[in-house]
T-cell receptor, first 113, second 112 residues
Framework: AQSVTQLGSHVSVSEGALVLLRCNYSSSVPPYLFWYVQYPNQGLQLLLK??????LVKGINGFEAEFKKSETSFHLTKPSAHMSDAAEYFCAVSATSYDKVIFGPGTSLSVIP | DTEVTQTPKHLVMGMTNKKSLKCEQHMGHRAMYWYKQKAKKPPELMFVYSYEKLSINESVPSRFSPECPNSSLLNLHLHALQPEDSALYLC???????????FGPGTRLTVL
């Protein structure tokens, strides 16, 4: 069975600082991995996804994530935080492209001016 | 058009009411989903329709009844709900089950 953990339910960074949101997964097969963002009172938006191509995945809004099989990790980074990045971020996993997506508990990102 | 729309945005209903949530997409997607999201929690999958047929029902209580009248529409019929059913209900769609899901803005449901 697949599962996802996100270290840190809440992360605060200063504007312009590095954003690092952690995600570790458990999967019996090479997984499909996703990062979604949810702004207040909105639905979820896909930031990026890993589907066994390049291990470094670039997404929208300057975010990227690196798949590290040895560490079972898929951490999300952005070099310089903007105020508009404040939102809830969900890491998610599915075993195959047809399996349901399992979401992690989420990390709330605050950006301090 | 890359948008999933949901109506209404907000809904307040009593435990004896019958109401429906509506979801619409015009992207030609053949898979559609209903999720339930409680505050500060991740979305939980409720139902998946693929080519207008129900393919996944995550053991959801029968007071929630999904319907897919055509490839663009997905409804969620609500009857005799409980206060603990209050949540944000999200609809999503994808080209098919294997593809990226696009989410609507959700309907915030309050059951009194």
């Amino acid at each position: 069975a697949q599962s996802v953990t996100q270290l840190g339910s809440h992360v605060s960074v200063s504007e312009g600082a590095l954003v690092l949101l952690r995600c570790n997964y458990s999967s019996s097969v090479p997984p499909y991995l996703f990062w979604y963002v949810q702004y207040p009172n909105q639905g979820l938006q896909l930031l990026l996804k890993y589907t066994s191509a390049a291990t470094l995945v670039k997404g929208i809004n300057g975010f990227e994530a690196e798949f590290k099989k040895s560490e079972t990790s898929f951490h999300l980074t952005k070099p310089s935080a903007h105020m508009s990045d404040a939102a809830e971020y969900f890491c998610a996993v599915s075993a195959t492209s047809y399996d349901k997506v399992i979401f992690g508990p989420g990390t709330s990102l605050s950006v301090i001016p | 058009d890359t948008e999933v729309t949901q109506t209404p945005k907000h809904l307040v209903m009593g435990m004896t009411n019958k109401k429906s949530l509506k979801c619409e997409q015009h992207m030609g997607h053949r898979a559609m989903y209903w999720y339930k999201q409680k505050a500060k929690k991740p979305p939980e999958l409720m139902f998946v329709y693929s080519y207008e047929k129900l393919s996944i029902n995550e053991s959801v209580p029968s007071r929630f009844s999904p319907e897919c009248p055509n490839s663009s529409l997905l409804n969620l019929h609500l009857h005799a709900l409980q206060p603990e059913d209050s949540a944000l209900y999200l609809c999503a769609s994808s080209q098919d089950r294997a593809d990226t899901q696009y989410f609507g803005p959700g309907t915030r449901l309050t059951v009194l």
